[in-house]
């Protein structure tokens, strides 16, 4: 991907220009399932979960791709201070990819074959109940206590926090589906687990860690994760928090 075709003027939230402008162009008109923000979920506590989400790393576009690498490679002296030892190729090419092209389950603007490079984290022996399907590995971005470098270097910058972390790991638990004819921005269920398959043993990754399970004790979805759906809907020019509660109020009304 090249800036070239970007406004000189142009504001941008993030790292990812061009990643900001393909969500400007397909998301403005992207469908949102309204019902699904409003099941219950909880934040996730990374003294017990160690950011289990991070155990495959995370696909990423190919501009995502090129910012992290350059970014890891510009920043080594950050990085190091935090304890992370970064290996020299920190993106990969997803040895799954045959298996489970990622485009198909997830949103091609966000993901390609790229992803993050991982390194090995036994969190089966720290985290209760950790899934069988999940490896034994992190993302090389991880922190020891779980927290992201890629987010630490956002702040350390004086960015917005999420300025550096790539698309699918701020929007987490959120899922931007390919949808029919167009994205579908969806908080999955177990109905609608894009990972589920079963017969390569592989049982599903957005409802199998504890942020992307139903809380009895949570919050409605699109609560809990407004500040998500807030700066998604700054990129797009949308206000997808308004737009489901408008639709709710709308719904308990004609009831
Ligand atoms: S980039 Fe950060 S949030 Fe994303 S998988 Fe890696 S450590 Fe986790």
């Keep these: 991907m090249s ?17 900001e402008q393909v969500c400007r162009d397909e998301l403005s008109q992207g469908t949102l399932d309204i019902d699904s923000f409003k099941q219950n979920r909880q ?10 989400c991070c155990h495959h790393g995370t696909h990423v576009n190919q501009e995502t791709a090129e910012v992290i690498q350059r970014v890891a490679e510009e920043e080594a002296e950050f990085f190091k201070s935090l304890g992370l030892d970064l290996p ?3 993106i990969i090419d997803d ?23 991982v390194k090995e984290k036994h969190i089966s022996s720290i985290v209760n109940d950790y899934p069988r399907h999940f490896k034994n ?24 926090p999420w300025h550096y972390k ?21 908080l999955p269920s177990p109905e609608t687990e ?14 199998k860690v ?15 994760l407004q500040e998500e759906l807030k700066f998604l809907s700054e990129i797009v020019g949308r206000n997808f928090g308004q737009e489901i509660q408008d639709a709710i109020a709308n719904s308990a009304e004609s009831d």
Excluded at 144 to 158: F, T
Excluded at 171 to 176: R, T, W
Excluded at 195 to 206: A, C, I, L, S
Aim: hydrophobic share 30%.
């Design 43 to 52: 934040r996730c506590s990374l003294s017990s979960c160690h950011g289990m």
């Design 166 to 186: 790539p698309f699918t790991c701020w929007l987490f638990p959120i899922l931007i589906a390919p949808g029919q004819n167009q994205p579908e921005i969806v």
């Design 95 to 117: 040895e799954d990819y045959e298996d489970f092209p990622v485009e198909k389950l997830e949103w091609k603007g966000l993901c390609s074959i790229k992803k993050t490079a």
């Design 210 to 224: 504890p942020c992307g399970q139903y809380s009895e004790c949570g919050q409605l979805g699109y609560i809990l």
């Design 194 to 207: 894009p990972w589920y398959f079963p017969e390569y043993g592989y049982d599903g990754f957005f409802t």
């Design 137 to 160: 590995t992190s993302c090389v971005f991880l922190l020891d206590d779980s927290r992201c470098g890629l987010q630490e270097l956002s702040k350390a910058k004086g960015l917005h």
């Design 3 to 19: 800036n070239a075709n970007l406004p000189e003027n142009l504001t941008t939230f993030t790292a990812y220009p061009q990643t």
């Design 88 to 90: 020299k190729e920190v």
